[in-house]
């Protein structure tokens, strides 16, 4: 679909042909467009769910075939899409949620806080911009010193930094297209002082997180493996950066920060979006939500109405 793939990312463009080489082309490579039928694309999917694959996998086979057939149609190549007969993949039915939630508690995000203490200040500074502000990690990777404000704590997330097996790191735009700013506390801008000064001592960069003693910027997918490995020591399950992008949105906004404030800072160009993957309720907020509710409809006290 070269129009689809004009304006994809280049890191959704090698996810995209990473579907198609090792999911789709082996089962209907030899097959002409025209003769594929609606049987065969469901038996394709039904089989890639048999083998155990993740939900979200066979969705996106799915929505890879339904974009590729309609394409096909509106341009006249096929004179029926055999994706209309085509049911949307449901989930098995072991594939439930998981008891874990999606986001940390405050409390929780104490304690993780308190543990790393004791690690290495390049990680220390990297965890705390990632809990401070829930920016991606390749927006973090991509983090420039230019970029840092010392005396606001004002961010600019102006990158993402990305990696393909075909281009290696590089640096991309944001997915809007559009630069947004952040803010950290006191805490983290010291920790980003501290690093600055050691990292002068060994080799300058423009980039605030590198490569050890390098000026190179850190590979993108580095927080995620350095997350893993924390969580293992500290005893702390599930430490991974999406999550800590996840536990920004949910506790601002359970604690009373407006969404349209919490979906700027994400970068998110629909609130709802963020309501809807970044927030969850705890029995506080629920609980906090009804007394907001019962206060709004109280009565007025007679004793004081005038």
Request: glycine share 6%; proline share 5%; hydrophobic share 35%.
């Amino acid at each position: 679909m070269p129009s689809k793939t004009v304006t994809m990312s280049e890191n959704s463009r090698s996810n995209y042909q990473g579907y198609l080489d090792h999911k789709i082309y082996p089962v209907l490579g030899e097959l002409k467009l025209p003769e594929i039928t609606s049987a065969q694309l469901t038996a394709l999917l039904l089989s890639i769910q048999s083998e155990g694959k993740a939900h979200a996998t066979v969705v996106k086979v799915y929505t890879i075939l339904h974009g590729l057939f309609k394409m096909a149609y509106l341009g006249d190549m096929l004179d029926r899409n055999p994706m209309d007969k085509v049911e949307r993949p449901k989930p098995r039915k072991d594939e439930c949620k998981a008891a874990e939630p999606e986001a940390y508690t405050a409390e929780e995000v104490q304690a993780i806080l308190a543990a790393l203490d004791r690690e290495p200040l390049k990680w220390r500074a990297l965890a705390h911009v990632l809990i401070d502000t829930g920016v991606c990690r390749g927006e973090c990777c991509a983090l420039k010193w230019q970029s840092v404000d010392f005396k606001t704590g004002a961010i600019t997330i102006a990158g993402n930094l990305c990696y393909t097996s075909q281009k290696s790191v590089y640096l991309d735009t944001l997915k809007n297209g559009k630069s947004r700013t952040v803010y950290v506390g006191e805490d983290t801008l010291s920790l980003l002082r501290q690093l600055r000064a050691e990292q002068a001592t060994k080799a300058i960069s423009a980039y605030v997180f590198t490569r050890k003693d390098t000026p190179e910027p850190m590979h993108p997918q580095s927080p995620t493996r350095y997350l893993k490995k924390f969580s293992e020591r500290c005893g702390i399950q599930g430490l991974h950066p999406h999550k800590l992008r996840h536990t920004f949105a949910s506790v601002a906004i359970t604690s009373g920060a407006d969404v349209a404030s919490v979906s700027e800072a994400l970068g998110h160009s629909d609130k709802a979006v963020t309501l809807r993957m970044y927030t969850h309720a705890t029995d506080e907020s629920i609980s906090g939500a009804a007394k907001i509710f019962r206060e709004a409809i109280k009565k007025p006290d007679r004793d004081n109405a005038g």
